[in-house]
């Protein structure tokens, strides 16, 4: 364990509210699980951070591992993250899925792997019952390169369908399959594309957004729209502006889907500096909170709400070394505590496993 990675000194003890829940996170390439609040860190996979083709050396290897958004399975028994490390892609890999980007690793919380298989993108998305993960096994940027391909994967690592996506219906920029709530679909940005293999769709533009997040119940959907955090129906209707002018792409729901925490930017962008605000907007009330701020050399970041709802993850970001420290606070903006002093990533176990 890296010398300084805890919080710098003992803290009182809180209630038993966010107990549930166990903290994972990544740093220089390693994978750490720990307690809650940050203490009593274990690493269970041990990583060599790598910036770049320029320090891969032939017939080396050297793992890097790194999760993109969630990394917890929904029932909180396996993680699923990246090993990104060298050599860059696999040998034997069928022509349709072009050229990996890396390794998917599904394990316990202990480390132990279950599963590894190639594949390409960002995100690894959970399906709801916690039984397969979706991936891109090509990823065409924009449809560039012709059309794109997701993989559903199960447990074992093997391959349960290769979902085919129109390059017309491909989004620009990067994109990563989000599962629908239901469990019968993926979502790409504008895009539902359906498990049983049906053709793909156009979702309403409104939900096409990048970084748009669904609620827990996957009726409503949050994005940034011109500057302005919207609210919307999933199908993109009755949209509405909860939010001011300038918020930042970040947006967390809480469990109950309540609440949406974002992050408000005042930042004029004619330096190396900033001002924002991590905020919570009570959606049946309009009740805006205030929970931290930031400014000059660091931003804020919203990472996501503890499975009880009552506190919310966030990180701070220094400008020009990018590093972030990770911290907690209760949603009503008491009671801040960073937990580790530096991060690459983080998620907090959605709950208990069941017996």
């Not at 992050?263 to 924002?276: A, G, L, Y």
């Not at 990018?322 to 983080?346: F, K, N, Q, T």
Request: contains cysteine; glycine residues 12%.
């Amino acid at each position: 364990m890296e010398e300084g990675t805890t919080a710098p000194s003992p803290q009182p003890s809180l209630s038993s509210r966010g107990r549930s829940g166990a903290l994972a996170y990544g740093v220089d390439g390693d994978i750490y699980v720990a307690d809650w609040d940050g203490s009593n860190p274990v690493e269970i996979a041990d990583g060599v951070h790598v910036e770049g083709a320029d320090e891969c050396v032939e017939g080396e290897r050297r793992p890097d591992y790194i999760a993109f958004g969630t990394a917890w399975s929904p029932d909180g028994r396996y993680l699923a993250y990246w090993d990104r490390g060298c050599p860059y892609g696999l040998p034997s890999v069928p022509p349709e899925r072009g050229v990996p980007w890396g390794t998917v690793i599904i394990s316990d919380p202990e480390g132990n792997v279950v599963a590894s298989f190639p594949g390409q993108g960002w995100t690894i998305s959970w399906s709801p019952d916690s039984k397969s993960v979706a991936i891109m096994d090509f990823w065409s940027p924009g449809g560039s390169e012709g059309d794109a391909t997701i993989g559903v994967y199960g447990l074992d690592g093997g391959r349960q369908a290769a979902l085919t996506v129109p390059s017309e219906l491909l989004p620009s920029g990067d994109y990563s399959p989000v599962w629908s709530r239901d469990g019968t679909s993926l979502l790409l940005s504008g895009v539902q594309v359906p498990l049983d293999g049906g053709t793909p769709r156009e979702l309403p533009a409104d939900t096409s957004h990048s970084g748009a997040a669904y609620s827990p119940d996957g009726s409503r959907v949050a994005y940034i729209d011109k500057g302005s955090l919207v609210v919307a129906k999933a199908d993109g209707s009755d949209a509405r502006e909860p939010g001011g002018p300038t918020e930042w792409w970040d947006a967390a729901w809480s469990p109950s889907g309540d609440r949406v925490a974002y992050v408000h930017d005042d930042t004029e962008r004619i330096d190396d500096s900033s001002r924002t605000q991590l905020r919570v907007r009570d959606l049946a009330t309009g009740t805006e909170t205030s929970l931290a701020n930031a400014s000059g050399p660091e931003w804020l970041e919203v990472i996501e709400f503890s499975p009880d709802g009552d506190r919310i993850f966030f990180s701070r970001v220094e400008y020009g070394t990018g590093d972030a420290s990770l911290w907690s606070i209760d949603a009503d903006g008491s009671d801040p505590r960073r937990l580790v002093a530096r991060i690459e990533w983080a998620d907090w176990r959605p709950q208990s496993p069941s017996p």
